[in-house]
């Protein structure tokens, strides 16, 4: 679990001993505050003039109660009698509050009522026992401007939440008086992820708010039916989408049919290019690759060694697991496509292994088969779609597998440990093979490209992109993306040019073609005046789109329909 966004974020205390911080430090201003106050006062209407230092005796003696005579006959003015006793009400006020919210619960560990911690909610997002790494999807929740109120079974995990600065309450989802608790009623939507309890927790949803929209996950896609059919508005399969998009990842190397891209319009696309291993772009320069004098398209970002470049450094070299964000005509990206991609003559046999056929396998399988490519399937359990049964992280079973033979291997095991073992021991045996993997922990993204992946996904990250998605209610084509592309009316930026803008300075975000009358370009000029008539093409990470989106008064195109995002994954 993270510790909470924010100034507070760089410390690492818990909710309770950050309460104490701003206790005392209120106290402290409290009592300068007194001290400077009766100090002028003495002065303005007593004529007594005397140090801060006995004002701040003075102070101290009032607020604890233990007396102060030697400043009673100073005092005549109506103001100072009524300061006194304000002073004396006031510190025993703070004696009550240090005891109930300090003294007791450190001492005593007395019960704190969660519910007491949360703020007034409205238009908020309840999250009923998210278990992908709340972290992740709250960090989608805030891109989003958005608050939430996490309602945990767990007493325990409630607690710990809490504790740690998330807004967290103890409860069952099952139990109207938990959504009650979590302000239901003005809430914007539910989010649930409560496994078998999911139907439950949509029907006491439904007896509360018919009318709120409703986001179920599971982790297995034929509930998809039960669940639309008991109420909810979304059901979400990440693991199923996750197999989905490794296994596109691993048919790119044997199809030059382009997935996942981005029409602008006027015959302008973007997409992403995953780097194969054997790519004759491997160890070069961006500025030398010459993608744009062969094809004609441009490389509007990059991910090298799991970070975003946007725009990439010309000097940054390409390595086998950069995925190149490219932009231009069809024809173009198909030639890029087809640039990137090793030699036919290159390529080994026609085959992708499957490692793990859960629901993340299961989806691999059916993409690659469809696509009418051959697999090889390892599960440790028989089934009618397993070729070979035994331990995927076993040399033997690679083997077994003929990996020597393959292009791809996809790894969907559910465990980390595992993966990472299958990952390298793959990479051992073939150091040609393409390597995707699924991860559980976000943290072990890192660690398998460091293994010696290609391509990673987390789960987490994929769950909380796919929410995030139907809370936009945007058609994002990859939910593991991070990158944003964005139609947006010039008319801030009318009698500025391009260069002068700022918009890339400021936000970090890109302009990658201006449309007017004319139609649209991917080579816009950047001297070239704007008149406010324009439609921009802004691409960006979620960060930078939303620094955009806050600092320019901007109109999203209708015309264009919904914001998207497009396929530049965050965990490479």
């Given at each position: 679990?993270?510790?909470?966004?924010?100034?507070?974020?760089?410390?690492?205390l818990?909710?309770?001993?950050?309460?104490?911080?701003?206790?005392?430090?209120?106290?402290?201003?409290?009592?300068?505050?007194?001290?400077?106050?009766?100090?002028?006062?003495?002065?303005?209407?007593?004529?007594?003039?005397?140090?801060?230092?006995?004002?701040?005796?003075?102070v101290?003696?009032?607020?604890?109660?233990?007396?102060?005579?030697?400043?009673?006959?100073?005092?005549?003015?109506?103001?100072?009698f009524?300061?006194?006793?304000?002073?004396?009400?006031?510190g025993?006020?703070?004696?009550?509050?240090?005891?109930?919210?300090?003294?007791?619960?450190l001492?005593?560990?007395?019960?704190?009522?969660?519910?007491?911690?949360?703020?007034?909610?409205?238009?908020?997002?309840?999250?009923c026992?998210?278990?992908?790494?709340?972290?992740?999807?709250?960090?989608?929740?805030?891109?989003?401007?958005?608050?939430?109120?996490?309602?945990?079974?767990?007493?325990?995990?409630?607690?710990?939440?809490?504790?740690?600065?998330?807004?967290?309450?103890?409860?069952?989802?099952?139990?109207?008086?938990?959504?009650?608790?979590a302000?239901?009623?003005?809430?914007?939507?539910?989010?649930?992820?409560?496994?078998?309890?999911?139907?439950?927790?949509?029907?006491?949803?439904?007896?509360?708010?018919?009318?709120?929209?409703?986001?179920?996950?599971?982790?297995?896609?034929?509930?998809?039916?039960?669940?639309?059919?008991?109420?909810?508005?979304?059901?979400?399969?990440?693991?199923?989408?996750?197999?989905?998009?490794?296994?596109?990842?691993?048919?790119?190397?044997?199809?030059?049919?382009?997935?996942?891209?981005?029409?602008?319009?006027?015959?302008?696309?973007?997409?992403?290019?995953?780097?194969?291993?054997?790519?004759?772009?491997?160890?070069?320069?961006?500025?030398?690759s010459?993608?744009?004098e062969?094809?004609?398209?441009?490389?509007?970002?990059?991910?090298?060694?799991?970070?975003?470049?946007?725009?990439?450094?010309?000097?940054?070299?390409i390595?086998?697991?950069?995925?190149?964000?490219?932009?231009?005509?069809?024809?173009?990206?198909?030639?890029?496509?087809?640039?990137?991609?090793?030699?036919?003559?290159?390529?080994?046999?026609?085959?992708?292994?499957?490692?793990?056929?859960?629901?993340?396998g299961?989806?691999?399988?059916a993409?690659?088969?469809?696509?009418?490519?051959?697999?090889?399937?390892?599960?440790?359990?028989?089934?009618?779609?397993?070729?070979?049964?035994?331990?995927?992280?076993s040399?033997?079973?690679?083997?077994e597998?003929?990996?020597?033979?393959?292009?791809?291997i996809?790894?969907?095991?559910?465990?980390?440990?595992?993966?990472?073992?299958?990952?390298?021991?793959?990479?051992?045996l073939?150091?040609?093979?393409?390597?995707?993997?699924?991860?559980?922990?976000?943290?072990?993204?890192?660690?398998?490209?460091?293994?010696?992946?290609?391509?990673?996904?987390?789960?987490p990250r994929?769950?909380?992109?796919?929410?995030?998605?139907?809370?936009?209610?945007?058609?994002?084509?990859?939910?593991?993306?991070?990158?944003?592309?964005?139609?947006?009316?010039?008319?801030?930026?009318?009698?500025?040019?391009?260069?002068?803008?700022?918009?890339?300075?400021?936000?970090?975000?890109?302009?990658?073609?201006?449309?007017?009358?004319?139609?649209?370009s991917?080579?816009?000029?950047?001297?070239?005046?704007?008149?406010?008539d324009?439609?921009?093409?802004?691409?960006?990470?979620?960060?930078?789109v939303?620094?955009?989106?806050?600092?320019?008064?901007?109109?999203q195109?209708?015309?264009?329909g919904?914001?998207?995002?497009?396929?530049?994954?965050?965990?490479?």
């Amino acid at each position: 679990m993270g510790s909470l966004p924010g100034p507070l974020g760089d410390v690492d205390l818990s909710r309770r001993d950050r309460l104490i911080v701003y206790y005392i430090g209120g106290i402290v201003g409290l009592v300068a505050a007194f001290t400077l106050t009766y100090n002028i006062a003495l002065a303005e209407l007593e004529g007594v003039d005397q140090s801060l230092f006995a004002s701040f005796e003075f102070v101290v003696q009032t607020m604890t109660t233990t007396g102060y005579g030697q400043d009673s006959d100073l005092w005549s003015h109506p103001l100072m009698f009524l300061f006194v006793a304000g002073t004396q009400i006031s510190g025993i006020a703070l004696g009550f509050f240090t005891l109930r919210l300090i003294i007791i619960p450190l001492f005593t560990d007395a019960e704190v009522n969660l519910d007491d911690r949360l703020t007034p909610k409205r238009d908020h997002v309840i999250i009923c026992e998210y278990s992908r790494d709340s972290a992740v999807l709250l960090e989608e929740l805030a891109e989003l401007g958005l608050e939430y109120v996490l309602v945990v079974s767990s007493e325990e995990d409630a607690r710990r939440l809490s504790d740690a600065g998330y807004s967290a309450i103890h409860g069952s989802p099952q139990d109207a008086s938990a959504f009650e608790r979590a302000s239901i009623d003005t809430a914007r939507a539910v989010i649930t992820d409560a496994g078998q309890a999911n139907v439950n927790t949509i029907l006491t949803v439904r007896s509360l708010r018919p009318d709120i929209d409703v986001i179920a996950l599971t982790d297995d896609s034929d509930l998809r039916d039960v669940l639309e059919a008991t109420g909810a508005d979304s059901v979400l399969s990440p693991h199923g989408v996750l197999g989905h998009r490794l296994a596109e990842k691993a048919v790119t190397s044997f199809s030059a049919e382009l997935t996942d891209t981005v029409e602008l319009g006027s015959d302008i696309e973007v997409t992403e290019i995953p780097v194969h291993q054997e790519s004759q772009l491997v160890g070069r320069r961006i500025r030398d690759s010459r993608i744009r004098e062969r094809t004609g398209a441009n490389i509007i970002g990059a991910w090298i060694d799991g970070e975003l470049q946007l725009p990439p450094d010309p000097s940054a070299v390409i390595r086998p697991n950069t995925v190149l964000l490219v932009s231009g005509g069809h024809e173009a990206l198909t030639e890029v496509s087809d640039f990137v991609r090793p030699p036919r003559s290159m390529r080994r046999h026609d085959r992708i292994i499957i490692a793990g056929m859960g629901e993340v396998g299961r989806a691999a399988h059916a993409t690659v088969t469809e696509a009418g490519i051959k697999t090889v399937t390892i599960d440790r359990e028989p089934g009618p779609d397993i070729d070979v049964v035994g331990d995927a992280g076993s040399r033997a079973t690679l083997q077994e597998a003929g990996i020597d033979e393959a292009e791809a291997i996809i790894i969907g095991l559910p465990d980390d440990s595992a993966s990472l073992l299958t990952t390298v021991l793959a990479r051992s045996l073939d150091e040609d093979i393409e390597i995707l993997t699924r991860v559980t922990d976000t943290d072990a993204t890192r660690k398998a490209l460091n293994a010696g992946a290609d391509y990673v996904l987390s789960v987490p990250r994929v769950s909380a992109r796919m929410v995030a998605r139907e809370l936009r209610g945007e058609d994002v084509l990859a939910p593991a993306s991070q990158i944003r592309i964005l139609r947006v009316s010039a008319a801030p930026f009318a009698g500025r040019t391009l260069a002068n803008s700022g918009i890339y300075e400021a936000t970090g975000c890109r302009v990658i073609a201006v449309g007017d009358e004319t139609g649209l370009s991917d080579t816009p000029d950047p001297q070239q005046e704007f008149t406010g008539d324009e439609q921009l093409v802004i691409v960006g990470s979620d960060e930078a789109v939303q620094r955009f989106l806050k600092q320019f008064d901007v109109a999203q195109d209708v015309a264009a329909g919904p914001t998207e995002a497009v396929t530049g994954d965050g965990d490479r």
